[in-house]
């Protein structure tokens, strides 16, 4: 398994949202909830190491593939048997919430999808929406349709920003989560960044 000096190098230092920093606190969040829950620790910690690797890929919505492949090709290199690689690299494909084609069946994928959330969510959760839509170009203050509001469809030309976001996905992590640990660490996180996203959509003048 890498070791993390060696991960840091597989990410880049401009990336806020899904750079080292957050490799960083998903890696402490697996080694946390995997103890409580009894996973299998290595495997779980090299797959929080090398989940967001983006490889040979540009299309962020294919990042899991593209590092799944990578973890394969650096575990092969490392000796590690093909079972071991195999539930590592299970893990990192099922770790995406907007793709359910391959969803975390052991429970060390149910860990790493558990850590990867819950720093999507409470205070760095916030910031780090904010820094995706800056980094996007996105309007970052722009409101949601009332359209979307009702259907949760965009009308023609609205993009998705910080607020669909929070309607869209953040406010529906802590229903996705698997285990028993992650569920308790993320009920404190919900509840600011509720309270957070409740302040901004009514200051941008569509929810209150």
Same mark, same amino acid.
């Given at each position: 398994m890498p070791t993390i000096e060696e991960a840091r190098g597989f990410y880049p230092d401009d990336d806020h949202v899904h750079g080292f920093s957050h490799i960083l606190r998903?890696?402490?969040?697996?080694?946390?909830?995997?103890?409580?829950?009894? *996973?299998?620790?290595?495997i779980v910690r090299a797959a929080a190491l090398l989940h967001d690797v983006e490889g040979d890929v540009d299309v962020r919505e294919e990042h899991h593939l593209a590092a799944a492949r990578f973890a394969e090709k650096t575990l092969i290199m490392e000796g590690w048997s093909e079972e071991a690689i195999k539930a590592v690299v299970h893990c990192i494909r099922a770790h995406r919430f907007r793709d359910d084609s391959e969803k975390p069946q052991t429970l060390e994928a149910q860990v790493?999808?558990? *850590?990867?959330?819950?720093? *999507?969510?409470?205070?760095?959760?916030?910031?780090?929406?904010? *820094?995706?839509?800056?980094?996007?170009?996105?309007?970052?203050?722009?409101?949601?349709?009332?359209?979307?509001?009702?259907?949760? +469809? !965009?009308?023609?030309?609205?993009?998705?920003?910080?607020? &669909? +976001?929070?309607?869209?996905?953040?406010? &529906?992590?802590?229903?996705? !989560?698997?285990?028993?640990?992650?569920?308790? !660490?993320?009920?404190?996180?919900?509840?600011?960044?509720?309270?957070?996203?409740?302040?901004?959509?009514?200051?941008?003048?569509?929810?209150?």
């Open positions: 998903v890696y402490r969040l697996c080694e946390r909830i995997g103890r409580q829950e009894n *996973a299998d620790l290595t790493l999808f558990d *850590a990867d959330k819950i720093d *999507a969510i409470g205070a760095v959760g916030v910031a780090r929406a904010v *820094a995706y839509a800056v980094r996007a170009g996105m309007d970052v203050y722009a409101p949601p349709s009332e359209l979307y509001l009702s259907t949760g +469809e !965009l009308e023609p030309g609205e993009s998705q920003t910080v607020a &669909h +976001e929070y309607l869209f996905k953040l406010c &529906h992590i802590i229903e996705r !989560l698997f285990t028993p640990s992650g569920r308790s !660490l993320a009920a404190d996180r919900h509840e600011l960044m509720v309270r957070f996203f409740e302040g901004w959509l009514e200051e941008i003048g569509e929810y209150s």
